[in-house]
């Protein structure tokens, strides 16, 4: 399987708790993006990775959340002190700079995060 | 004003029907758009991706899109029942950042 890959698929975690997300873009993709998914509506940018270096953070993504791209491989995704508002599906996505102009995104599964 | 916006239905058309689905966006600097098809509890499938005015087919997907009044569409023929899902549009204005709409959700009745 050569998507873009991401674990876990659901997490369930009390208020306050730290969790962590992680995401495997597809393998010539240099760029990696965090988009967030409420019910209803659709993904918005949380932020963005060319290689290693973070490049972008939305205004929606507050002090405690941070994201990193070491090596400019996996990216991970950490909330801590979770909030029941942090409930939301956590997409993953990644495409290519320097193919085709303005390439798709192309997204993993998800991670489904209940924060109770 | 949202920057991507779509009707978000429900959109219900019989089997064999075209639907139709559609899109504006606020950016006239958007160069690129894309439409995914999103099943309940899945995440976002692209379908296709137009950059240039008029229309662009792929087997029973068509999109078109017309820059001059910032109006993208989804046509799918013969719609099936498989094709029931939201549908989200996307613009890129050129830079790293693709804006979604909130989605149109299609049910095709057999």
């Known amino acids: 399987d050569t998507g873009v890959s991401q674990d876990p698929r659901h997490k369930i975690t009390k208020r306050g708790q730290n969790v962590t997300f992680r995401c495997d873009p597809i393998s010539e993709h240099n760029r990696l993006y965090w988009y967030r998914q409420t019910l209803g509506q659709g993904p918005e940018f949380l932020t963005y990775f060319q290689n290693e270096a973070q490049l972008e953070k939305s205004r929606l993504l507050s002090d405690r959340f941070s994201a990193e791209r070491p090596k400019g491989s996996f990216s991970t995704l950490e909330i801590q002190r979770t909030e029941q508002g942090d409930s939301a599906m956590y997409l993953c996505a990644s495409s290519l700079l320097g193919g085709t102009a303005n390439s798709p995104l192309h997204f993993g599964n998800g991670t489904r995060l209940t924060v109770t | ?110």
């Not at chain 2, 160069?31 to 379908?47: A, D, H, M, T, V």
Request: charged share 20%; aromatic share 12%; with cysteine.
């Open chain 2, 1 to 110: 004003q949202k920057e991507v916006e779509q009707n978000s239905g429900p959109l219900s058309v019989p089997e064999g029907a075209i639907a139709s689905l559609n899109c504006t966006y606020s950016d006239r600097g958007s160069q690129s758009f894309f439409w995914y098809r999103q099943y309940s509890g899945k995440s976002p499938e692209l379908i296709m991706f137009i950059y240039s005015n008029g229309d662009k087919e792929d087997g029973r997907f068509t999109a078109q899109l017309n820059k001059a009044s910032q109006y993208v569409s989804l046509l799918i023929r013969d719609s099936q029942p498989s094709d029931s899902a939201t549908y989200l549009c996307a613009a890129n204005t050129g830079g790293f950042k693709t804006i979604f709409g909130a989605g149109t959700r299609l049910f095709v009745k057999a």
